[in-house]
């Protein structure tokens, strides 16, 4: 079946880090990887998404590869920022279902 | 005005009491979820909608009930609320993909309810 395991949190970096929040999947077929993200007191928002193997997904300097031989999807940022504290959840879309992960709360101190 | 619409945001019941908790949606979609955060938990799936005539129950669909009224509308309800209840709702829209595993699920704001 369909699943995503992601890792738990929560995490607290320093302005400027560097960040990764793993994801991994298992899916018949073959989906398309997502990763969302949820402000405090807001809905869940598309921050990027990957639709093949080896597509790399971009946006608001955040970074994920969907790497078919591993079943990883990682979730990367160079330099985070006080704005970007919100919850993360990675995504697959496979068999007409979406399935989440549990969800990482990232935290950003200046 | 938001593309997803979700009402109440906020509501306090007692146990016992029944609930209906409204979606609307402006973006033209044919699909609709119906999603519960607990912390720790993520998102589940409770119903889902592919269109007006199509219902299917989700991972937790125990003690809930929906109704799709028209394309754009989609209200979930507890028939009888019981406090294992609490949580944020959230009402998600997606197109229908041309090819399986392209959607992208469009969110409401939300609708925290505590059963008491």
């Known amino acids: 079946g369909n699943s995503v395991t992601q890792m738990e949190g929560p995490v607290t970096l320093s302005e400027e880090a560097f960040l990764t929040i793993n994801c991994t999947y298992t899916?018949?077929?073959?989906?398309?990887l997502f990763w969302y993200v949820q402000y405090p007191g807001e809905g869940l928002q598309l921050l990027l998404k990957?639709?093949?193997?080896?597509d790399k997904g971009s946006n608001k300097g955040f970074e994920a590869t969907y790497r078919k031989e591993t079943t990883s999807f990682h979730l990367e940022k160079g330099s985070v920022q006080v704005s970007d504290s919100a919850v993360y959840f990675c995504?697959?879309?496979?068999?007409?279902?979406?399935?989440f992960g549990t969800g990482t709360s990232l935290t950003v101190i200046p | 005005d938001a593309d997803v619409t979700q009402t109440p945001r906020n509501r306090i019941t007692k146990t016992g009491k029944r609930i209906m908790l409204e979606c609307s949606q402006t973006?033209?979609?044919?699909?609709m979820y119906w999603y519960r955060q607990d912390p720790g938990l993520g998102l589940r799936l409770i119903y889902y909608?592919?269109?007006?005539?199509?219902?299917n129950k989700g991972e937790i669909s125990d003690g809930y009930s929906v109704s799709r009224q028209a394309q754009a509308k989609f209200s979930l309800s507890l028939e009888s609320a019981i406090p294992n209840q609490t949580a944020l709702y959230f009402c998600?829209?997606?197109?229908?993909?041309?090819?399986?595993?392209?959607?992208?699920?469009?969110f409401g704001e939300g609708s925290r309810l505590t059963v008491l």
């Open positions: 998600a829209t997606s197109e229908t993909s041309g090819r399986a595993g392209t959607g992208e699920l469009f």
């Open positions: 899916a018949t077929g073959y989906p398309s």
């Open positions: 990957a639709t093949k193997a080896d």
């Open positions: 995504a697959l879309h496979g068999s007409n279902q979406f399935y």
């Open positions: 973006k033209g979609h044919d699909r």
């Open positions: 909608s592919f269109d007006v005539k199509d219902i």
